[in-house]
């Protein structure tokens, strides 16, 4: 894409082809702006498609063994491990890592932040895609996925906490799809959606924090009913939900740091100005985000031990590993990020956020797979065709989120002169009235100067 | 009465008691079992390892064929577990002293069963009757009971794509216990090792027998408290580690493991939109006309 812009390709960022004249097409969007070959190169020039390619090549016939054959053609078909690495990894660690989008949408909707614009949609889009992909592993394991909306419609289960989970994560997904849905409108061209989405952006968000304290603390609530079987450093029967739904802040906003710092290096056409000049500072400012939630987690995690008096499993070989994942995954970006934040060392503190999001990976992996059953003799280990479903599945997530990222305004500004209907939010610039716009609105300010500027130049 | 409406019962009754009826003022408290609940008081010391137990429940239950047949001792070489194909296995337990312990490992079918508690769709039912039944047509296959049972006893028909079931001992509820008739392992067991009757008779059964001959047995009845009690009771000559319980049971049922939980839930559902939306309100409303002026937000 680079080579492409470099030749002075015009990419899609406005409903304008030539400003004021003619507009894009559907199928020019999608493309980019690109000819049909120009994308078809491009896209056979990146050597990440190959490896794509390769992965589908033997990912997408295995999962369709699974869904022909059962689960027992793709997985050890445990009893005794019946959430194997679909539900461990796919669910119970990506769910953690997408709390981005409620902790972002707090700062900006809730506390007013509107310095965090640039990266909000790309940690909103980072929450929807992080759910959504959670329930696409959740189908892949669930030995009935067509009964999935059993729980909403045919028999209810109130006393358990999937029930929760699953009214929550359903609900929330809803919630993330509207919040998102905004760039969409923009870059579909649907300004009456973008307006609709904007009034009730600050019930929306509400809706978003109540959903992720109590789905992100029900993860951890669902270890609760197996006090036998989660080794005992990492099961806490007073505060388990608490240690889930804390850890889930670091690791929220460090994914969005390791997603920016991904997309900055291989993205770089796509982004915009407001975000590539703003990506260091913002970094920083989530790093002082995830460092705090990183010293409650540390705290409570001891707390947990303290409670139930479990330091004796400290000295054991257990021990040793739960030390290994909080000294990895916790107490080290805690000391580099200390470090790093004081002296603006960017660099530094984006290795610190793949760190803590190794760490909040590991312990849902802890919890659930590594140490489950501890008093058992034989540890189980995942098939190689599980794994590679679940790398396939991850390939299909990276698929999404570079189409999206390519197409919707996320990493830049939709240059658009649709603002125009909705005149009266752009008052203060014009006449100078400090009377901000009310926290529900997207990128207002943003778009309203693009907005204004675009009716300057186009009499 | 299914075991959640009596959870409601409960509720209702912590209304009442603040009506001034008399009721439950201690709110939501354990539940010990139907009164009229039935169960099986399993004696390890009269075991010998015939397996004709797991050969009836094949039977009963329709099962599939065995990979080796019921009278074929080497499967006592490894510790086995209840399957979708075996509903109840016997383990060997070479306990000292004294020699060889068999053991019946089936569903005990708890008072409070973790599974039922577990189920998001509501699949388990605790029947009037003391068993556990389970009902295929509404089950999703998340397999949290799996998790959740402490005992590691369901099975999962995981080799069907299109309708993989949960494969547990149903105290052969369907055809035998409905009708007041012991289930088919009871029935068939020459030794004796299983009594089948009312619960609350058999606690009497299990300590009588202890008191009668204390050197013959621990004093203790496995199933009598363990995670709220179980229907099916154990008797043995050994320390019950030995023989491959947990001993480390919590008498509390596993729903008191998450019930702190749930009790957070609709706190914080009233709780949090009041909380921020104030301040959402605080951190951004100005002050209007009373002379301070309030930072703004920084204009872009």
């Known amino acids: 894409m680079n080579r492409h812009k470099a030749n002075g390709v015009k990419i899609v960022d406005s409903h304008y082809k030539v400003p004021g004249k003619s507009k894009w097409g559907l199928k020019e969007k999608l493309l980019l702006g690109l000819t049909p070959w120009q994308y078809v190169i491009q896209a056979v ?14 990912g997408l016939p295995l999962i369709a063994v699974r869904f022909i054959f059962g689960l027992a053609s793709v997985t050890n078909s445990s009893y005794d491990y019946p959430w194997g690495l679909f539900l461990t990894f ?144 990492w099961y806490s029967s007073a505060f388990q939900w608490l240690h889930f739904f804390v850890s889930s802040i670091p690791g929220g906003l460090c994914m969005v740091i390791v997603v920016s710092t991904i997309v900055r290096k291989t993205m770089a056409w796509r982004c915009d100005a407001n975000f590539l000049d703003n990506l260091d500072k913002l970094t920083i400012s989530l790093a002082k985000g995830a460092s705090m939630g990183l010293i409650t987690y540390l705290v409570i995690k001891l707390m947990g031990i303290a409670h139930d008096n479990k330091w004796e499993y400290l000295a054991t070989g257990y021990g040793a590993w739960y030390l290994f994942e909080m000294g990895i995954g916790v107490i080290l970006p805690l000391a580099l990020f200390a470090y790093s934040i004081r002296r603006k060392m960017v660099g530094l503190i984006r290795f610190s956020a793949f760190l803590t999001v190794f760490g909040v990976v590991l312990n849902r992996l802890n919890t659930g797979m590594i140490t489950f059953n501890w008093k058992m003799a034989e540890r189980e280990i995942p098939t190689l065709r599980e794994a590679i479903i679940s790398i396939t599945l991850f390939s299909i997530y990276i698929v999404t989120w570079r189409f999206l990222l390519y197409r919707l305004p996320i990493l830049y500004t939709w240059k658009t002169a649709d603002e125009r209907a909705i005149a009266p939010a752009r008052g203060y610039v014009t006449e100078g009235n400090a009377e901000p716009s009310m926290a529900g609105s997207y990128r207002s300010r943003i778009n309203d100067n693009v907005a204004w500027i675009a009716s300057q130049q186009w009499p | 009465m299914k075991r959640r409406d009596f959870l409601k019962g409960c509720m209702a009754c912590g209304a009442a008691a603040t009506l001034g009826v008399s009721g439950n003022a201690w709110g939501i408290n354990s539940f010990e079992g139907y009164p009229e609940g039935m169960g099986v008081l399993v004696d390890l010391t009269r075991c010998v390892g015939c397996r004709s137990c ?4 094949n039977k009963e239950q329709k099962l599939p064929a065995p990979d080796a047949p019921f009278d074929d001792k080497s499967v006592f070489e490894e510790k086995r577990r209840p399957t979708e194909k075996a509903y109840t296995v016997v383990n060997r337990y070479d306990a000292k002293p004294g020699g060889p312990v068999y053991r019946k490992i089936q569903c005990n079918h708890c008072n409070e069963p973790a599974c039922l508690s577990s189920c998001f769709v509501n699949a388990y039912t605790k029947t009037k009757e003391g068993a556990v039944i389970y009902n295929p047509k509404v089950c999703v296959g998340c397999r949290n009971c799996l998790i959740a049972c402490p005992f590691y006893v369901p099975g999962y028909s995981y080799s069907s794509a299109f309708n993989p079931v949960v494969k547990k001992c149903i105290f052969c509820y369907d055809t035998r216990l409905k009708y007041g008739n012991p289930p088919a392992c009871v029935e068939v067991c020459p030794q004796e090792v299983l009594t089948f009757g009312h619960r609350n008779e058999l606690l009497k059964i299990g300590r009588d027998r202890i008191r009668e001959k204390p050197d013959r ?50 706190m914080v559902l009233t709780i949090w939109p009041a909380l921020f939306t104030g301040f959402h309100l605080l951190a951004t409303k100005k002050n209007h006309g009373d002379g301070h002026s309030g930072q703004e937000d920084p204009k872009p």
């Open chain 1, 45 to 58: 020039r990146n050597p990440f498609n190959w490896i794509l390619a390769a992965i589908f090549a033997v």
């Open chain 1, 90 to 233: 796919g669910l119970f660690a990506m769910v953690p890592l997408s709390s981005s989008g409620f902790m972002l949408g707090t700062t900006v909707e809730i506390f007013g932040r509107h310095d965090f614009e640039p990266i909000e949609r790309l940690a909103l889009l980072n929450g929807l895609l992080g759910y959504l992909f959670a329930v696409v592993y959740l189908l892949v394991d669930l030995g009935q996925p067509w009964r999935l909306p059993y729980p909403m419609v045919v028999a209810y289960g109130p006393v358990a906490v999937l029930f929760l989970v699953g009214w929550h994560v359903a609900t929330y997904l809803s919630v993330q799809v509207c919040e998102v849905s905004v760039s969409f409108f923009e870059w579909i061209g649907f300004p009456l959606g973008k307006q609709g989405v904007r009034r009730i952006t600050l019930g929306l968000t509400v809706a978003g924090i109540i959903l992720s304290t109590l789905h992100q603390g029900a993860l951890g609530a669902l270890y609760n009913y197996a006090p036998g079987k989660v080794h005992p450093l």
């Open chain 2, 54 to 57: 797991e050969a009836a429940c």
């Open chain 2, 217 to 266: 047995y621990v004093d203790h009845i496995f199933g009598e408290k363990e995670v709220g009690g179980t229907s099916w009771l154990y008797l043995a000559g050994v320390n019950f580690d030995q023989v491959g319980f947990d001993t480390t049971m919590s008498n509390d049922p596993i729903l008191s493991n998450v019930k702190d939980f749930l009790g957070i839930v609709p």
